[in-house]
Structure formats: C-alpha cells, structure tokens
C-alpha cells in the first residue's frame, strides 16, 4: 500500500527548476511514494480516472506538487481534479472513498513573500488564495493539513533570481515537505485513524472466528453495549454472538465523526458511527434494513512497537 501519493501538476516537469528537485528528492527519500507525474501520463490531457482513483484509495496522503499559476493549480492538474474527485467517489451520497485521508498541498510561489500580503501587489495571503482547495478537501472528507509553500521560486535569467539561489530554495522546500509527511505517517493519531478503519472493515464482513478481535482487547476489557454490559473476552463472545445473529455480513459502519486525544501511551477515541445493515427475520429487527447512528467511546492503550489493546468500549445510541 503506497502510503504517500504524489500528484505532480507541473505541465513541463523537465523545464522546472524547483518541482523537479522536490520531486527527485521525494523519490530518493525512504518516504513509501507513488509519483504520478502528470505530464508524462496525460500530455493530451486525457486522465484515465479508473487508474487515478485506484491510486488514491491506496493513499494514506495525498500530496498536490504543483507551481501557483493565476492564483491556482495549473490546468492539467485542475482537469485531474475536475476528472478524478467524482460523484460518488469524492462526494455524494456514496463518495466517500477518500474519507480520512490526508491532503498536503506543496507549492512552489514565482512571487516574493511580501507581495501576498494585504498592501502587496497580489492583495491577499496565500492560505487566502488555497481556500478552494481547501474547501475540496473539506467536500471529500479529506484531512487538510497545513499548506507547505516556497516563495522566489522562479529564475528569469537578468531580470529575477539566480538559478543557485531558487534550487537552494527547492531543496530547503524538500526537507521541510519530507519532513512533514514523516511525522504525520509516524503520528499516533493516524495510525489510531487507520486501526479504528480495519477494525470496522473486519467487524463488516463479521467472521466466524472472533480471534481478528480479541487479538486486540484486554483480558479484562469492558462492553458497555445497547444490549447489556459485557466483561472479559468470554463477555465479547457472548456480545459478538448476538451480533451475528442479528446482522447479515457485508454491513456497513461509517466512521461519521473521530476525535482522539492521546495522553502517553494512552488514547480515548470519541467516534461518531453510522451503521447500516440488514438484519435477520428472527432477530430483534425483524428482518428490517437499519440505518441509524451511535456515538462510541474507546479507551485503548498504545504500545511501543505500534500494537493497540482496546481497554474499554462503550456504545450509546444518538
């Protein structure tokens, strides 16, 4: 799973002096990237969407490298978004494929940093001017982070910068976008976001063997469900052979809402969880499909080497 997707938007990678650089030293890093260079999939801008979104989905973040031209992406890339975040895949009642993963914006800026101010010749700054892109973010339930940006990036040979000058830039810029992407892969909160979403995956299939799960909770762990207190992996037994009896496999549990607050080695999830499913006729619902909302509470003990042991577990409905 390439945990780091890389979108470059530049539409002549080989004529850039500082998305080129940043690239080569995203490749050479120890980084898990998958560079999709976009002028050299679709010089004649047709984007095989099949392709792009099955890039996306292996994505834990995913990186927009791209010059600012006319206070936004550069046409190619914009034709990639506008082909790639579809209906039903980036939003939509069913687009809910890049729920949860990050999106860092890297960007390299022609104009020096006092021209993106309020009284500068550009007016505005430049979080200002990515608002769209924020926003696109926020529509396909990605996790905007803060935007990484490099300013004086353009050489016009006489007339603005010096070519050694804007490749120092480019390389200071790679450190610092490398060095980001690595401390949000190694945070506990994103490893905490993608257990929480193998748990569910697993929970929906709903196995036979119950060893996917117990492999995760305390011996003496706690089950405050809507059908009764449960303690010890005996009690989870019990619980989880209700749950089969009432839900058919193959349901659905959306991950509506996560905060997590970590304190040591310890972390309390407080989810917001959509559940969707259908129920057997002999069960407490009758047959009926379900869709309803619960709010879950967890309280999960991290270990050293990346492990977690789920302490306590609580379930209320809304």
């Not at 990186?63 to 890339?77: I, M, R, T």
């Not at 001017?129 to 973010?137: D, F, H």
């Not at 006729?281 to 509470?297: A, C, Q, Y």
Request: proline letters at 4%; charged letters at 25%.
């Amino acid at each position: 799973m390439s945990k780091v997707v890389v979108i470059s938007g530049h539409p002549e990678l080989e004529k850039s002096n500082a998305n080129k650089i940043i690239l080569e030293a995203l490749a050479n890093s120890e980084l898990d990237v998958d560079i999709r260079r976009l002028d050299e999939l679709y010089p004649d801008y047709k984007i095989d969407v099949e392709a792009e979104q099955a890039a996306l989905l292996k994505a834990e973040l995913v990186v927009l490298q791209f010059p600012f031209f006319w206070y936004s992406v550069p046409a190619l890339l914009k034709k990639w978004l506008d082909d790639t975040f579809t209906y039903d895949f980036a939003y939509g009642s069913k687009g809910d494929k890049l729920k949860g993963k990050g999106l860092v914006l890297s960007l390299t800026v022609g104009g020096p940093e006092e021209a993106y101010k309020p009284l500068g010749y550009n007016h505005f700054r430049m979080e200002e001017l990515l608002k769209p892109l924020e926003q696109t973010a926020y529509l396909a339930e990605m996790e905007y982070h803060q935007p990484i940006y490099s300013h004086s990036m353009v050489y016009i040979p006489n007339i603005y910068n010096t070519l050694e000058a804007v490749e120092e830039r480019a390389k200071e810029h790679s450190e610092q976008l490398i060095q980001s992407l690595s401390q949000k892969l190694g945070s506990p909160e994103l490893k905490m976001k993608k257990f929480v979403n193998e748990w569910f995956a697993q929970f929906d299939v709903l196995p036979d063997s119950d060893a996917y799960f117990l492999s995760y909770l305390a011996e003496d762990i706690v089950f405050k469900m809507p059908e009764g207190d449960f303690s010890g992996h005996a009690g989870f037994r019990d619980w989880y052979q209700i749950a089969r009896t009432t839900f058919k496999p193959n349901c659905q549990h959306l991950v509506e809402q996560m905060e997590i607050s970590v304190d040591g080695d310890f972390a309390e999830l407080q989810l917001r969880i959509r559940l969707k499913a259908d129920t057997y006729e002999d069960s407490s619902f009758k047959g009926e499909s379900i869709n309803f909302l619960v709010n879950e509470t967890w309280k999960v003990e991290m270990g050293q080497e990346g492990g977690f042991i789920i302490q306590e577990y609580k379930v209320s409905p809304v």
